[in-house]
């Protein structure tokens, strides 16, 4: 539920971090798609990811968050292993 | 106990930021308000304040600043005029959006082109409409004490001030200014209080993030809305700050209004002159009074359509135009404030003093006779006039 102007904080000063709240998944009109089997762990994609969307834990690459990527392909371009391929984004 | 000096606007408004005490200042020099922040920076140089003081490349920069520092919680002001005020434009509107209070003593000077260094209001009238409290002084005592006023009004409200005096006329004019002490004014203004606070690690927050047609509505509506109830909070501040400093201001001052037919309605300096021109006028048995308009932003047009609503012809004075081919702010503003009474006067816009002009008493006098005449011939021909220029 939106919040109306009586409610909603003084000059919309919120609290940090709230960026991850707003799913920007939905913009993307071609989408990467990982393939664990050429990739390397060089970890090129999360450095350069501009919306951290490559999703790493205990220093391995899992995969992508898809509620932010999207889809400008910059890790696609330096994976040096063409472990992510872009694709057309189907809704 | 307060002390009696002779101050000229801009070293009254110096004196009353020593004690304010800001924690940040940050400025620009620009004729005529340099001398403010520059007598400003001695007491920083001396160690008689606490502040900050932060010599920027451009006002731009200076009111940008300030928006950092307040947003981190700080007691900010600083000071500029005219082109100096229209290059601050930009961020003028984003302070008064994220509601920080920053206090600008503000030297009314008219803006380019032609270049000129003296006195009108038209840097002031040009942001009107940036969400700030807009108050005029009449001379370096109201500037004085305004300034005092400006920075409780900020941070009761959360919304940023400004206060005028007129370029050279009051900038450079000395006067008597009655001072109160030090610690009058620190106990007055108390501890700095700010919306949010920026700098808190520990509860991080983010200021002026995006909004969009979902949200963005809602944030200026709630802007304005606040803008409007403050009306009543100026009107409890004022009257606190009246009590505690010994003062006797009012959003609109009323003089000789009581049984007037005739008024004239004006902001800053020229208040004087109107004023004398009254008393002269009322010896020769002219029912005539003056209204004038202390705060313009927010526009207390209630009380002013009270003061008016006995009056048969009203006489606005104007130091700007608005270049719309329908004369100055304050008549239009007026004239809008009118439109609902059942019991409006005949208004006559006087357009004067541009660009330092001068207007004297014979000039106020011409316009008593005019504003008769435009009221018996029923508001008949030009509502418009330009008056202390060569024709």
Known sequence: ?91 | MSKIVAKTGNEAMAEAMRQINPDVVAAYPITPATEIVQIFSSFVSNGEVDTVFVPTESEHSAISACVGAAAAGARVMTGTSSQGLALMHEILFIAGGLRLPIVICEVNRALSAPINIHCDHSDTMASRDAGWIQIFSEDPQEAYDQTILAMKLSEQLFIPSMVTTDGFIISHAMQRVEMYDDREVKEYLGEPKSPYNLLDLDNPITVGPLALQDYYMEIKVQQANFIKESKSKIKEILNDFNKKMKRDYSVVEKYMMDDAEFCFVALGSTAGTLRYTVDKLRKEGKKVGLLKVRFYRPFFEEDIFEALKNIKGCAIFDRSDMFAGTGGHLFNDIKSALYNSSSRPFLRDYVYGLGGRDIDVEDIENVYNDIKDFTENHGKGESVKYITVRE
């Open chain 1, 1 to 91: 539920m939106k919040k109306n102007w009586k409610e909603v904080e003084i000059a919309l000063i919120v609290k940090g971090g709230t960026a991850e709240e707003f799913k920007t998944g939905d913009w993307r009109s071609e989408k990467p798609l990982y393939k664990n089997d050429k990739c390397k762990q060089c970890l090129q994609c999360w450095l350069f990811c501009p919306d951290s969307s490559i999703i790493v834990k205990d220093g391995k690459m899992l995969g992508i968050d898809y509620d932010h990527c999207k889809g400008c392909g910059i890790c696609s371009k330096v994976c040096p292993f063409d472990a992510i391929d872009m694709v057309k984004e189907e809704k």
